[in-house]
C-alpha cells in the first residue's frame, strides 16, 4: 500500500473476453496508483441455471433482456487465466486476488495462494460461502449493497465462528451505475462501531466524491470498476472508470489522506506551525527597575516570545527589579 486506504482496481468483466485486455487494464491500475487489482472466479453454471423464465430475465438498465445465464457467461473470467494474471500482477507490485461465489472457486484460489477473499454483496447471503472462505483464515472483504442488519450481523458472526476476525465491510450501493444519493455514507463510521470491523466503500458512482468523502469518514478501502476505454462496451463499461479517471481519484484520496492527520491534540506549542506568532505578554515603554507594571507599559502583543497572557493580571500593579528597554518578552522572572 502507498497510503493508509488500500484502493482495488476491480476487474470483472472489463477485459472483454481478452486476457491482453485484462493485462493491460491490470498495467493501467498500476498507472493510475491502485494498491491492488481484484478479479471474480465463477462461471454461468455456479451462479444459476440457464432459464429464460421471467425471474431470470433482467428488465431495464445496462443488462436489459439478458437472462442471468447469458450475462455471466458473457462477463466472466475464464479460469485458465487467473494464474498469468495473479503473476503479472505481482510482477508490478500489486497485489492481486478475487471475488469466489462458490466453494470450487475458493479451492481453486487457495491453489493460487489468494491473499484476500472477497465476497459480493449479493452473496451476503450465502453464510456457507462466507465460511468456507473465511476459515481459510485470510482476510475478508465483504460487500454490504443488498444486506439487511441482520445480513450483515450473521455474515460477521459467520467469520468469526471459524476464528477469523479480520473483516472489512464495504458501504456499497448495488446500483450500476448508482448516484451520490444513494451513498447514505454516514454508515461508515456506525458500521465500524457496531461491529468493530474495518470500514471501507465498493463505488458504483461515476465520480471519485463517493471515495474521497468515505476516505474522510474512516474508510481504509475503496473498491473502484476500472475499464481501459468505456466505449468498448460490455457488462460493467456503463459504471466503471477510465485509467485517467481512476488515477484522479486515487489522487484526491492520498490529498484525503493528508489531510486527515491525526486525533491527538498538540501538547509541545513548539511543534505547532504559527505559534510564534500567538499573543504573548511584552513590555512596550522602557521601563526603570522600581517601575509599577501598568495596563499601558505591559501588554498581551504579537509575536509569542514573552509569558502566556494569562498572566496579565496577576503582573499588573507589581514592580520590576531591573531596567527594562521597550520590546523585551516578559518574565515572571522580572518582578520583584
Known amino acids: 500500500m502507498t497510503g493508509n486506504t488500500f484502493i482495488i482496481a476491480e476487474l470483472s468483466a472489463n477485459h472483454n473476453g481478452s486476457i491482453e485486455t485484462a493485462k493491460r487494464t491490470i498495467l493501467a491500475a498500476k498507472e493510475a496508483g491502485a494498491d491492488a487489482v481484484k478479479l471474480q472466479t465463477y462461471t454461468a453454471d455456479t451462479l444459476t441455471i440457464d432459464c429464460r423464465k421471467d425471474c431470470f430475465v433482467q428488465k431495464g438498465g445496462l443488462w436489459d433482456g439478458y437472462s442471468l445465464y447469458e450475462l455471466y457467461r458473457k462477463a466472466y473470467t475464464p479460469w485458465e487465466w ?68 441482520s445480513d450483515l450481523e450473521l455474515a460477521v458472526r459467520t467469520c468469526r465462528e471459524v476464528g477469523n476476525d479480520n473483516i472489512t465491510l464495504l458501504k456499497c450501493t448495488s446500483a450500476y451505475p448508482a448516484t451520490l444519493e444513494m451513498a447514505n455514507l454516514r454508515l461508515i463510521p456506525e458500521i465500524r462501531k457496531r461491529f468493530g470491523v474495518k470500514v471501507g466503500v465498493s463505488d458504483h458512482s461515476m465520480t471519485d466524491t463517493i471515495a474521497t468523502t468515505a476516505v474522510a469518514l474512516g474508510a481504509t478501502v475503496i473498491e473502484k470498476h476500472l475499464i481501459l476505454d468505456r466505449k468498448m462496451g460490455g457488462a460493467d463499461s456503463g459504471f466503471s472508470m477510465e485509467p485517467e479517471e481512476f488515477a484522479r481519484m486515487c489522487a484526491e484520496v492520498r490529498n484525503v489522506e493528508k489531510c486527515l492527520g491525526s486525533p491527538d491534540f498538540p501538547t509541545d506549542p513548539d511543534t505547532i506551525p504559527g505559534r510564534s506568532l500567538c499573543r504573548s505578554l511584552f513590555v512596550c515603554e522602557d521601563m526603570k527597575k522600581g517601575d509599577v507594571l501598568t495596563p499601558t507599559n505591559l501588554r498581551s502583543i504579537r509575536p509569542g516570545n514573552g509569558l502566556h497572557p494569562s498572566y496579565l493580571d496577576e503582573c499588573i500593579g507589581k514592580t520590576v527589579n531591573r531596567d527594562i528597554e521597550k520590546g523585551t518578552p516578559f518574565s515572571l522572572d522580572y518582578i520583584q
Do not use: Q, W
Open 82 to 149: 487467473h494464474n498469468e494474471l495473479f503473476g503479472y500482477a505481482k510482477s508490478l507490485g500489486l497485489c492481486c486476488f478475487s471475488t469466489p461465489f462458490d466453494n470450487s472457486a475458493v479451492d481453486f484460489l487457495e491453489k493460487l495462494d489468494t491473499p484476500i477473499y472477497k465476497i459480493a454483496s449479493f452473496e451476503i447471503t450465502d453464510t456457507k460461502l462466507i465460511r468456507y472462505a473465511a476459515s481459510k483464515g485470510k482476510p475478508m472483504i465483504i460487500s454490504t449493497g443488498t444486506a439487511t442488519l
